[in-house]
T-cell receptor, first 111, second 112 residues
Framework: QKEVEQDPGPLSVPEGAIVSLNCTYS??????FMWYRQYSRKGPELLMY????GNKEDGRFTAQVDKSSKYISLFIRDSQPSDSATYLC???????????FGAGTILRVKS | DTEVTQTPKHLVMGMTNKKSLKCEQH?????MYWYKQKAKKPPELMFV???????INESVPSRFSPECPNSSLLNLHLHALQPEDSALYLC???????????FGPGTRLTVL
């Protein structure tokens, strides 16, 4: 079993839709949770960073962490064609010096 | 400024060539990383430097040789690569060894 599971998609939605991207994990020691957006042939861009549980909002993006269920989510409101990219979840423990990535979900927003 | 820069953007090399990839950050971060990314896969960790010292080598072949000349710079020296080494090479940095990492734009390497 992988430490982090993420559906690779692709996920296709119409412009303006609310997008929900998710990852599940098995290691209860994970404390740092990140979402990256990666456009084709570019480096990953850090979108959201959360420590431990709770919600965090930044513009159209909301990150949620549910440690009891070992489940994290990224919501994108009013999705735009420019949001079309691969979204990677990543997480880490307090002591481990390497990120564990999900497989990445390909998102396509159609105008 | 949350920028990590990488040069060159693209590199084509033969199997007998020697080349270097460069990475720079001016965020005062103390940890720097090299990743390799193949198409449709997440980044795969190669090396970690903490306070300019190599702390992790993920069993990377010796044809890849990292170097950290100072706290802002990271190099990856390449020699006698194989075509299967063609990939996007990413540099990242972070304040400490845990927590958020900031990635550079990557160097797209093609080995002929």
């Amino acid at each position: 079993q992988k430490e982090v599971e993420q559906d690779p998609g692709p996920l296709s939605v119409p412009e303006g839709a609310i997008v929900s991207l998710n990852c599940t994990y098995s290691n209860s020691a994970f404390q740092y949770f990140m979402w990256y957006r990666q456009y084709s042939r570019k480096g990953p861009e850090l979108l959201m960073y959360t420590y431990s549980s709770g919600n965090k909002e930044d513009g159209r993006f909301t990150a949620q962490v549910d440690k009891s269920s070992k489940y994290i989510s990224l919501f994108i409101r009013d999705s735009q064609p420019s949001d079309s990219a691969t979204y990677l979840c990543a997480m880490n423990t307090v002591t481990r010096d390497k990120l564990v990535f999900g497989a990445g979900t390909i998102l396509r927003v159609k105008s | 400024d949350t920028e990590v820069t990488q040069t060159p953007k693209h590199l084509v090399m033969g199997m007998t060539n020697k080349k270097s990839l460069k990475c720079e950050q001016h965020m005062g971060h103390r940890a720097m990383y090299w990743y390799k990314q193949k198409a449709k896969k997440p980044p795969e960790l190669m090396f970690v430097y903490s306070y300019e010292k190599l702390s992790i080598n993920e069993s990377v072949p010796s044809r890849f040789s990292p170097e950290c000349p100072n706290s802002s710079l990271l190099n990856l020296h390449l020699h006698a690569l194989q075509p299967e080494d063609s990939a996007l090479y990413l540099c990242a940095s972070s304040q400490g060894l845990a927590g958020e990492q900031f990635f550079g734009p990557g160097t797209r390497l093609t080995v002929l």
